[in-house]
């Protein structure tokens, strides 16, 4: 296979995008590191410039800013960007599907990465029982719950605002800095096991115990974009459904609901006579390939955007700020 026919493959593309956000976000992290490193050196270490994309990994504290926004109507100011990466990641899948989860999605990429690799080393991935593979496909979906239930139901206005004024809440950042660079043991032994795990299997964390995947595919039912199969073309040789990676019979569906479908083109790119098209309702089989990754990350790039010209974007809080609270991080609860 040439250049030219690599560079004409969906995956190729997609794989560029996936690794490239992925190194954006290490060098967002190394970032935020060297800012963090400043003031816990009592401003030996140079100082460097916060990156709010670092929010992006607040996952559960931007819920807890959401239904802030809901109830009294303003968006909090420490930590902005969350609350609107948050926000950006769910349009992307109410219009174009999980499209996050398998283009930009760092954690995704890696896992990915990982069983490909496992595939190299062992030849072949492997599928639990069918039983056993719906019951763990659950497992993300009651983990979703728990946390809308405790937050979204339970947690109750007076609470929200005191979450939200609390030190915790404004070092809640560099605490998930310290998650990875003072990892516990008991941290580091699940993330073998999961790393384990999944070389053996498809996707181990995304398909069985990602709850921000899970509600990212309860939204991405209401896509117009779906996966489309024109009959008349189809000659059921069944090289979509083996090259899915979510498992999904894509041969036997005229059109793909399943919230386990990521968006991510491999079995279009399979499909060897074009009967197969990410698309809105009422178009060509033909459609082509490009406009569904395009409007994905054109959703992304406005959401970041419109995150900026808004001012939501940026903290409020200053280096003043941060000089006294990063000392105090060690002694920092809920």
């Known amino acids: 296979m040439n250049w030219i026919e690599i560079r004409q493959k969906t995956s190729f593309w997609r794989a560029l995008v996936q690794w490239g956000f992925l190194a954006w976000i290490v060098f967002i992290g190394v970032r935020f590191g060297l800012f963090v490193r400043h003031f816990e050196s009592g401003g030996a270490a140079p100082y460097v410039s916060r990156p709010p994309g670092v929010e992006g990994f607040l996952p559960i504290g931007a819920l807890v800013s959401l239904k802030h926004w809901l109830v009294n109507g303003f968006v909090h100011d420490v930590h902005p960007a969350a609350l609107v990466l948050f926000l950006t990641f769910l349009v992307m899948s109410l219009l174009a599907k999980k499209s996050f989860c398998s283009w930009l999605c760092p954690v995704g990429t890696l896992s990915e990465g990982a069983w490909k690799l496992g595939r190299h080393l062992f030849g072949r991935t492997f599928k639990p029982w069918r039983w056993l593979d719906t019951l763990l496909r659950s497992l993300k979906y009651l983990l979703l719950f728990f946390f809308a239930k405790i937050i979204l139901l339970d947690m109750p206005a007076r609470a929200l605002g005191a979450f939200m004024d609390a030190p915790y809440w404004a070092v809640s950042d560099v605490k998930m800095l310290h998650f990875f660079t003072r990892m516990s043991l008991t941290a580091l032994v699940v993330i073998l096991v999961l790393t384990g795990l999944s070389l053996l299997y498809q996707n181990f964390w995304c398909r069985y115990l990602c709850p921000y995947g899970a509600l990212m595919g309860l939204a991405s039912l209401l ?84 995150g900026m010209a808004t001012g939501h974007w940026e903290t409020s809080l200053t280096t003043q700020h941060y000089q006294q609270l990063i000392p105090l991080v060690p002694y920092l609860g809920h």
């Open 223 to 306: 896509s117009p974009f779906k996966i489309r199969r024109a009959p008349e073309r189809c000659t059921d040789c069944g090289a979509c459904s083996r090259a899915c990676p979510a498992w999904l019979p894509v041969q036997q569906k005229a059109r793909v609901r399943s919230p386990e479908c990521t968006g991510c083109l491999t079995c279009v790119e399979a499909c060897p006579e074009r009967a197969l098209a990410m698309a809105p309702p009422a178009v060509s089989p033909t459609f082509p390939r490009w406009v569904f990754p395009v409007l994905a990350l054109s959703l992304y790039g406005i959401g970041v955007l419109l």
